[in-house]
């Protein structure tokens, strides 16, 4: 792997505790949303997009959420078929969309019940990810891997 932006966001992103605590993202930008607490909301999306830069390399590739990040990863870089997995993401981005407008219009249920699906549909892709991509991740785990 080389050393240009693209390498350092993924390295830096396979850090489980970036992946894990992007977890909280979505919920804290719902709740921030329904409470009108904007500069919460601001925070949510700075720190979602900032994540990925603020921990160090993994040392080992190891960890689930390790390998969560480099299967998507592979399947981005690859542009490789994912089948069925494609309709849990895209589906997701309504679901995702309909929880931060029940948050806005304050539906405690709509928001809340949109929230928990979301997130289930995106560990279900992710799990998927690992699951389907496990045997080819080689090249990008040993990128990471400290001997």
């Known amino acids: 792997m080389g050393t240009d932006l693209t390498d350092v966001f993924w390295t830096r992103h396979a850090n489980p ?5 992007r977890v909280a993202a979505l919920p ?9 607490r904007w500069r ?8 979602t997009g900032l994540n990925p830069f603020l921990f160090p ?3 080992t590739s190891d960890a689930w959420m390790t390998k969560v990040v ?5 399947w981005r870089e690859t542009g490789a078929d994912v089948g069925a997995l494609s ?3 895209l589906v997701n981005v309504p679901v995702t969309l309909y929880a931060i407008y029940a948050a ?7 928001a809340t019940v949109a929230t928990a699906l979301s ?10 990810l690992v699951r389907r991509f496990g045997d080819d991740l080689g090249d990008l785990e040993t990128s990471i891997d400290v001997e």
Do not use: C, D, H, Q
């Open 17 to 21: 505790k970036s992946g894990w605590s």
């Open 28 to 36: 804290l930008v719902v709740y921030a949303t329904y409470a009108r």
């Open 40 to 47: 919460l909301l601001v925070l949510a999306i700075a720190f």
């Open 57 to 59: 390399p993994p040392k």
């Open 70 to 74: 480099l299967a998507e990863r592979y």
């Open 87 to 89: 309709f849990l993401n």
């Open 104 to 110: 806005y219009r304050r539906n405690v249920g709509g």
């Open 119 to 128: 997130m289930t549909l995106k560990f279900a892709f992710v799990a998927g």
